[in-house]
């Protein structure tokens, strides 16, 4: 009788550890959640976004675990949504994300190298805040936003009656952003050289569409005989391209943005825009994941990757009249082929 319950006792026990094994190996085993954390889901660029991250996701065959999270402009949103997406997953995630603002990235990379999570983040951080010195945190991407907003700057003051002398108004994106602020030194770089230019007006739109639209509505009725509308980013120049609809004046008053999108890209081609810069936010989208994706599983080792390499430029094409038709033959109405592998193929240069 003793004999059988110790048998019993250590098929008991086999059982339980066979358990526990197996459940470890399924739960080794299950499938990695990939977030993709941006401000907005109705935003053009941020659209093109998610479309790029589905784009890599699919091409490993793993769609059903992409989450699009979006933060609608609240910072604390966002670190809330990804912590409990963390608590969910039990960490088993890897994050692309496009912060808020450049404060936010310390308080988002602080939980997510916490729980072990591979993540990448784009546009915002702040100087003083190293990639290096996290293990998770695989690389932040941004773009020269200097070169950008002098860019669309200088094609606007190009467009006037007299190219290089006019009056202005300037939609701005959210104040502490990364973004924004190189963006808006780029205007005034440009505007320094350009001292036949005149700004007379300039409010915040926080990258809204709408609010561009009735930030520009106003600013219309105390400066009716503007020449140009620079924006911060595309999805503010759509909104001015609206008011300036209501008002008569698409096409006479030209706008230029940022982001690259569609929409803006032929508003170019129609006349009613001037300029733009795109950064590929498809591109964005799927390397991102990709890069945190091969950490997860081993395939990229981040603490090998180069310090030059783990905060970096990538390259922007600008895009004006001369070839935005070229843009929507080629990369719009085609479809773009991305090689997810090659993550460092659009390095410019070093993030000082």
Known sequence: MKIKMALILVAVCFLAVFSVYAGGQQEAEKPVTM???????????????????????????????????????SSEKQLNDIKALIAKTGGNVICNID??????????????????????????????????DYDHWVCHVTFDGVSAGKFIANSLFDTFETPGKGKIVALEGQLANSAFI????????????NPGVELVAYEPAEWDRTKAFDKLSSMLVAHPDIDGVWAANDNMALGAIEALRAAGLAGKVKVCGVDGTEEMIRAIVAGEACATAAPDAKWQGGIGLSMAYAAKNGELDVASIPKEKRQWYATMVNIDSSNAQEWVETVIEATPEYDWNDHFGRFLKTIK
């Open 99 to 132: 912060p808020n603002q450049a404060p936010d990235v310390v308080p988002l990379a602080k939980a997510l190298e916490d729980a072990g999570v591979y993540f990448v983040t784009w546009w915002n951080k702040p100087d003083d805040i190293k990639v290096w």
């Open 182 to 193: 190189e963006r808006w030194e780029g205007l005034q770089q440009a505007l320094a050289e």
């Open 35 to 73: 977030c993709t954390a941006i401000k907005f889901l109705d935003n053009p660029y941020h659209i093109d976004w998610i479309a790029g991250g589905e784009g890599f996701a699919e091409s490993i065959g793993m769609k059903d675990m992409i989450v699009n999270q979006a933060s609608q402009g």
